[in-house]
């Protein structure tokens, strides 16, 4: 569409007949020229279900366990608490992702991330981690001359 103009000999690191598709798990360590991340197209709505993986509202099973499980171990109860906890997981995993591209970085999802969407009536948000969002739902991507939407 002509948004990003791309050096095409940065893409001699890669093979001509493959292009590699992967979680963000398996690509930690990894580097690529161009990276394109999924950063909402699971998120048209802001269900509480689907706050853990963009913008946690609770601090979910991993870190209640970990709660009830430390108390009886030498290192004792945490002192951050859960939900700060469970941002850091958020992320970490997106810095991850974000920080595998040697040149171009795409982060791809809908509209209604960016602009929102109307629900009974009302214009509503969905706070995402990986879009710009932080902890205190305020968004920090607006006026970015780099941030394009198509």
């Known amino acids: 569409m002509g948004a990003v103009n791309i050096d095409l000999d940065i893409l001699d690191d890669l093979p001509k007949n493959r292009f590699n598709i992967m979680s963000i798990h398996q690509s ?46 030498p290192i004792g109860k945490s002192e951050r608490n859960g939900i700060d906890r469970a941002f850091d997981d958020i992320i970490r995993q997106y810095f991850v992702a974000f920080s595998r ?18 629900f009974n009536g009302k214009m509503r948000f969905i706070p995402n981690i990986a879009t710009g969002w932080d902890r ?15």
Do not use: A
């Open 28 to 73: 930690k360590g990894l580097e690529f020229p161009i990276v394109i991340v999924d950063v909402g197209s699971d998120f048209k709505m802001n269900y509480s279900t689907h706050s853990f993986r963009r913008f946690p509202s609770t601090p979910g099973k991993s870190c209640t366990i970990e709660d009830k499980m430390r108390e009886f171990s």
């Open 101 to 118: 591209p040697k040149n171009i970085l795409i982060l791809v999802g809908l509209n209604s991330v960016k602009d929102g969407y109307y």
């Open 136 to 150: 205190n739902e305020e968004w920090f991507w607006e006026g970015l001359s780099n941030l394009f939407q198509m």
